[in-house]
């Protein structure tokens, strides 16, 4: 996607606009996984609804292969749908209440894969199944009747129904409690991997991020601050951002004061890099918009002091 920004306006009577994603710009290939880290409220979930057309963008492109994934109205195009797709924080909201898991699973089918006769519905139901570890008792039963986890199995079963070449997933097992989270992230990276699907992993946890990720992007108040291979971003941080981020998992303690630091500190400065107002190595030339430079293979920072 390129340079992507969107504005919202706030306020009755002043109405004020104000940025939620500035000039967002990132690529994710083939069989890649791209995670996205940052803080709450820095932008991610609408870096991922803008993407898939459910928001539209104030302006920017997203390209599937070169071709324009949006139409002008910033919804996606149809002949997209079944390639790019979303799974979401709160799974069961993507499935109806009243229809059994059975009825679910073959629902996108019969919408978006007409070709198949119902008998090869129900056999790559079946292969579905096996492949997000799930049996045949689950059929039978209504969402309500399955646990967090299990759902989002169901959750990701209906979504490689579709065949998807591209993935985002927003925060998917944030929900769920932490053992049943490794089972589903690790079933989530091998399916990928089998599959060749482009993932886009969204989470504000960097070391869940790391274990996930070919490459991690950084992302801070709507801007991506630093992007670099997982290891190469967790190992030599350059941003101050990403430091914060990257020290918050050794030592969490350290994090929080540094944290409250930040907070206390911000004075919200327009313009000029996001992180100004609290970076501890900021200088006069910070008060102007830093670019992405390359400074190193495949790792780019904006950061004046590069
Ligand atoms: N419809 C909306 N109208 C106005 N502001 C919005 C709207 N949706 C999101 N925002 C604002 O945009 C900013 C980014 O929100 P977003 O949900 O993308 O953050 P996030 O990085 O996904 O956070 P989290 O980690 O908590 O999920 C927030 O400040 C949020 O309040
Ligand atoms: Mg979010």
């Given at each position: 996607m390129e340079e992507l920004s969107k504005e919202y306006t706030a306020g009755v009577f002043n109405r004020k606009r104000f940025k939620v994603l500035d000039g967002v710009s990132f690529s994710v290939k083939p069989g890649e996984t791209l995670g996205l880290v940052g803080e709450s409220g820095s932008g991610k979930s609408t870096v991922a609804r803008t993407m898939l057309g459910l928001i539209p963008p104030s302006s920017g492109r997203v390209l599937y292969q070169d071709q324009?994934?949006?139409?002008?109205?910033g919804r996606m195009k149809k002949e997209f749908c079944g390639k790019m797709q979303i799974i979401f924080?709160?799974?069961?909201?993507?499935?109806?209440?009243?229809?059994?898991i059975c009825e679910s699973l073959l629902e996108p089918m019969i919408i978006q894969k007409k070709d198949l006769t119902r008998k090869e519905m129900k056999s790559r139901r079946w292969e579905l199944l096996q492949q997000v570890g799930?049996?045949?008792?689950?059929?039978?039963?209504?969402?309500?009747?399955?646990s967090g986890g299990q759902i989002q199995r169901v959750v990701l079963a209906r979504i490689l129904s579709l065949s998807p070449q591209f993935l985002v997933a927003d925060?998917?097992?944030?929900?769920?409690d932490v053992s049943v989270q490794a089972q589903v992230l690790r079933m989530l990276k091998q399916i990928q991997a089998e599959n060749g699907i482009g993932l886009l992993f969204i989470s504000h946890d960097i070391e869940v991020v790391n274990w996930m990720s070919d490459r991690i992007a950084v992302m801070y108040k709507g801007q991506i601050v630093e992007s670099a291979p997982a290891e190469e971003l967790c190992q030599n941080p350059f941003h101050p951002y990403s430091r914060l981020l990257v020290e918050s998992f050794s030592s969490l303690k350290q994090y929080s004061a540094k944290r409250d630091w930040v907070e206390n500190n911000y004075?919200?400065?327009?313009?000029?890099?996001?992180?100004y107002s609290h970076?501890?190595?900021?200088?006069?030339?910070?008060?102007q918009r830093p670019v992405l430079k390359e400074t190193g293979a495949e790792h780019y920072i904006a950061c004046w002091l590069t």
């Open positions: 324009e994934v949006l139409s002008p109205k924080q709160h799974p069961e909201s993507a499935l109806n209440p009243r229809m059994k799930l049996s045949e008792e689950h059929l039978n039963r209504y969402p309500h009747e399955l925060e998917p097992t944030s929900m769920l004075t919200g400065e327009a313009g000029g890099c996001h992180y970076c501890p190595q900021a200088g006069p030339d910070c008060r």
